[in-house]
């Protein structure tokens, strides 16, 4: 809960102007604290930049949402069959359509219990940040669940020219899909965290970083008792091709074949990614592009372009 100090200070550095200032502290008044504070800040201005000349908060918390409408339609497939309902998808650019995903046949009740809880985090963090936005939250874009995973599962050598590697088939292809975005988005948030300008925003950011990683390493757990360790390593490498030429990402064992639940430097933290290698790995490209892999025609917001890797 926000206690009215932190929400006095958050409006004091989020406002363009001292009318800016009246009327966010009058929108707080009004929407009371604690509980309400979340509907404030929806009505924080979304400014073209933030205070050192780079993306506004807005920008970043919307181009986080595209990411969080991506993995809440992947898990809610697997575990309802369908997706986000017609009330979340709304917003600023273009509504796209969802291709692919259907419920998957769990084989274990653990492995079906873990999808249930993290798609319903996924979900709600989509209506967290829509609310957290307000009118300023973009739409969801178009979305390729089908042919971006064979894509995927293609350049990590999973499968063969010509083969369809198809996400919902059984545990084991679902879990392997899930940690072909599950490590980014843990990597995004990261990258992302320096950039926060606003205190309140950067909190709501920590805790959707932490959750990430709890999912993250749910995921990667899972893989590695099931025996999938080889084909982590090709999707972690897979990733490592299309974001730069560091070699940042780590698979779910070692060098040394020991596990690597875990993915950290020699200082035992986690590494971030900046949003342009964020959309290199979804883009499914090594190069400077605004569309491609799991969003056809691009995520929705001003963060939009991939980087030049290659």
Do not use: C, W
């Not at 969802?98 to 079906?112: I, L, M, Q, Y």
């Not at 980014?184 to 805790?207: E, H, Q, R």
């Not at 070692?254 to 035992?268: K, L, Y």
């Amino acid at each position: 809960m926000f206690n009215k100090l932190f929400i006095n200070k958050a409006i004091a550095r989020s406002a363009e102007n001292g009318m800016d200032r009246r009327r966010l502290f009058r929108a707080a008044g009004a929407a009371g604290l604690g509980a309400g504070a979340v509907g404030v800040l929806g009505a924080v201005p979304a400014l073209a930049q933030g205070e050192g000349g780079g993306p506004s908060d807005a920008a970043i918390l919307n181009f986080a949402l595209n990411l969080e409408y991506l993995e809440a339609e992947f898990y809610l497939k697997a575990v309802t069959g369908q997706g986000l309902p017609d009330g979340s998808i709304g917003g600023k650019g273009y509504v796209g359509d969802v291709t692919g995903g259907r419920k998957v046949a769990f084989e274990t009740k653990a492995v079906r219990q873990y999808a249930e809880e993290i798609a319903a985090d996924e979900r709600a963090h989509v209506d967290f940040l829509r609310k957290a936005l307000g009118g300023a939250a973009v739409a969801r874009p178009e979305i390729d669940i089908d042919a971006a995973f064979t894509a995927a599962a293609r350049a990590a050598g999973l499968i063969q020219p010509g083969q369809k590697f198809d996400a919902y088939a059984n545990e084991e292809n679902f879990l392997l899909a899930a940690y072909v975005f599950e490590d980014v988005g843990v990597t995004a948030y990261k990258g992302a965290a320096p950039l926060v300008d606003n205190a309140t925003f950067l909190d709501a950011a920590a805790g959707l970083l932490a959750v990430e990683a709890y999912h993250a390493g749910n995921i990667r757990t899972l893989l590695y008792s099931k025996g999938l360790q080889a084909p982590s390593v090709a999707v972690s490498d897979a990733r490592d091709s299309l974001d730069g030429d560091i070699d940042l990402d780590q698979g779910v064992v070692d060098s040394s074949g020991r596990a690597n639940i875990v993915p950290t430097d020699g200082n035992g933290l986690a590494f971030g990614r900046s949003a342009a290698q964020v959309l290199n790995v979804v883009y499914l490209t090594p190069k400077q592009a605004t569309s491609g892999g799991f969003f056809p025609a691009g995520v929705n917001g001003s963060i939009n372009e991939s980087g030049a890797n290659a």
